[in-house]
């Protein structure tokens, strides 16, 4: 019956819920294990990496919500992406053709063809090279994908079909690619395929032409690998597959309007993760508490009552007894309960705020009593969005072009998202008119001129060998051809 649910599941039919199923899967073994599974890679995970070092390797800290810093120094780092995108270009078209021509090819070459394709991509937005292409690519890393020739080649394989989605605007990717994925996360040995098959299948639900129902049904999906600690996929008590479960789901919520009929089974799954041994699952699953509760407010509406007000919340609180009092001059309206507890939410996230232990790497405390710290703030009153002690942290600066000011903890899971994929890349996709990106975070604000956007790297020089940014945003999607003409 387990395999039954499973099946139906990946293959896009919601499951039972959670509550009426698999709490019975491995719960009890799962805080023993997981410590011993999980605890060195939650170590380095959550090491305190900064922008600048992470730039230099093209993969910016996932950990997003540790620090929100400025990113002007990747700007200006003069060893970010030197090569110009003239050279990434042809990189990017040879590597294109040596995968498409897969005959008498090697694991290896397929490997390094992969890894230029992923570093192009990564580093800038190329759509244009990919035009007329992507049909036969999806081919490509669907065989790399179901082959699982090795462990390398088909994680590889599944970031290149998150960043052609994020890249090239197609709404039939997903429709395309979205059963070699599934069955990735569901049949792979591999645990770290299983992992970057979910981030790579939420990245192609966002940006592939998904619909509305498809992401709810994945979102059971997920919910179900977090309650049964992955064991509803075959990765019993693995921090990384429930950890990939847990942010993805967070990041896909972010795309549905009403979270009502969802928000109290999600919650429990989420209150009982914060028990986990592995510091990046708790606070992935206390970021979705706040997520859901911030969700279950939203902004006033002109048929609104003025006695929604003074409505009590779930235990017995109004507004004027909620955390920070006073005059509320949010415009937010409570719509409804994002948990029947409140009070058992708040005793757990204020608890794992100021939790003292000496089993726990001290980074990992820090991290845990920072997070925590925020969540505590928006379950109590969720009118007040994402909170910091510094607000300069909550703050991504591109120089004077802007700032993106993270006070939403949707922003949060989104910026989390495209960073985890993209790396230092970022900047310049959205300064190359990556419109997916543009899309999911359009609170990046720039002024216009007549001459576009200004380069944001100061001095840079704009001689046409340069090449690494551009004064006029791009987007290329499967219309380029009419949108051409």
Known sequence: MHEDLRRRALESHKTVSNKAKSKHSSRGSSRANSAANSRPASQVQSRDVSDEEDAGNGNLSDDTNQSINSIDALLESDDFNEQSTEVLRQELTDAIAALLERKGSSNKSREDSLSTYVKCLTSHYLAEVLYGRVPELLIAFGRSIKAETSEKETTLALKAVALTAITFADGTLYDTISGVLKRSISDSQSLAVKAAGIYSLGICLSSGGAGEEE???????????????????????????????????GFLATQIEDMEDESEDAVATFLDQLDAD?????????????????????????????????????????????????????????????????????????????????????????????????????????????????????????HREGEMRVDKWWKLMRLNAIRRLLGGGFVNHYFEGNKQVLDALPMLMRSTGEDGLRSPRKGVSTKAGKGRYRDSRRFVTGDFLSAEG
């Open 215 to 249: 992401i709810a049904d994945v979102m059971t999906l997920l919910l179900e690998i977090a309650s049964s600690d992955g064991a509803f996929i075959g990765a019993d008590d693995n921090a990384e597959v429930v950890a990939a479960a847990l942010s993805t789901y």
């Open 278 to 398: 592995d510091v990046r699952v708790q606070v992935a699953a206390g970021d979705n508490i706040a997520l859901l509760y911030e969700k279950s407010y939203t902004p006033r509406e002109e048929d609104d009552s003025t006695s929604s007000e003074g409505e009590e919340d779930e235990n017995g609180m109004g507004p004027s007894d909620e955390l920070g009092g006073g005059r509320d001059d949010s415009g937010l309206v409570k719509r409804y309960n994002a948990y029947h507890n409140t009070h058992e939410v708040v005793e757990k996230v204020t608890a794992l705020a100021s939790l003292s232990t000496k089993s726990m790497h001290r980074r990992d405390k820090k991290l845990l009593h920072q997070s925590f710290a925020r969540i505590a703030v928006t379950v109590q009153n969720p009118k007040l969005g994402l909170q910091a002690n510094n607000a300069s942290k909550m703050v991504v600066r591109i």
